[in-house]
């Protein structure tokens, strides 16, 4: 069965920093991969997607990510993250062309301080 | 206009209460999700449903069931609710063969 970890429950950054999110996933063939961000009160919106080729893809909002098969890894960055990137950050894993339901991670929470 | 809607956004009810959540889109897809989301556990997949026809279970589905009336509308009813039913539900659309979902606002539901 396919499974999403998201290690880190809750990263505080200052403004103006970088920021890494991680991601493992588990999945037998290749994955689809995702990021989604959800801000207080809000639903989840889609930050980016992997299905295949560059295994760095760009996002909404500045953020990239970068897919990595050999460690199983789908990390989130950005190089400077702005108070307004507070939010609830999920990673999720689907598959088989789109014929596979998706499953999320338990999220990372990003506090911004100034 | 937003894509994916859900009514009610907030709902306070009793134990063994019937409720319904209403889901509508405009994006013309098949697919449509009902999520609930626990702080700490994510977001559980209760019902699913790749056309009007079709219906299937998620990870989650005791206590719940769900109507597709049409494409566009997707229902969430829970028969008789009870306390720990409290929590944030999520409707999501996609198309077909690309896995990309798209959330409605939610709505919070708590039962007492």
């Known amino acids: 069965a396919q499974s999403v970890t998201q290690p880190d429950i809750h990263i505080t950054v200052s403004e103006g920093a970088s920021l890494e999110l991680r991601c493992n996933y588990s999945?037998?063939?290749?994955?689809?991969l995702f990021w989604y961000v959800q801000s207080p009160g809000q639903g989840l919106q889609l930050l980016l997607k992997y299905f295949s080729g560059d295994t760095l893809v760009q996002g909404i909002k500045g953020f990239e990510a970068e897919f990595k098969r050999s460690q199983s890894s789908f990390n989130l960055r950005k190089p400077s993250v702005h108070w307004s990137d507070a939010a609830e950050y999920f990673c999720?894993?689907?598959?088989?062309?789109?014929?596979?339901?998706?499953?999320f991670g338990t999220g990372t929470r990003l506090t911004i301080i100034p | 206009d937003a894509d994916v809607t859900q009514t009610p956004r907030n709902r306070i009810t009793k134990t063994g209460k019937r409720i319904m959540l209403e889901c509508s889109q405009t994006k013309g897809h098949d697919r449509m999700y009902w999520y609930r989301q626990d702080p700490g556990l994510g977001l559980q997949l209760i019902y699913y449903?790749?056309?009007?026809?079709?219906?299937n279970k998620g990870e989650i589905s005791d206590g719940y069931s769900v109507s597709r009336q049409a494409q566009a509308k997707f229902s969430l009813s829970l028969e008789s609710a009870i306390p720990n039913q409290t929590a944030l539900y999520f409707c999501?659309?996609?198309?077909?063969?690309?896995?990309?979902?798209?959330f409605g606002p939610g709505t919070r539901l708590t039962v007492l």
């Open positions: 999945y037998g063939a290749t994955p689809y």
């Open positions: 449903s790749f056309d009007v026809k079709d219906i």
């Open positions: 999501a659309t996609s198309e077909e063969n690309t896995d990309t979902q798209y």
């Open positions: 999720a894993v689907g598959g088989n062309f789109g014929n596979e339901k998706l499953t």
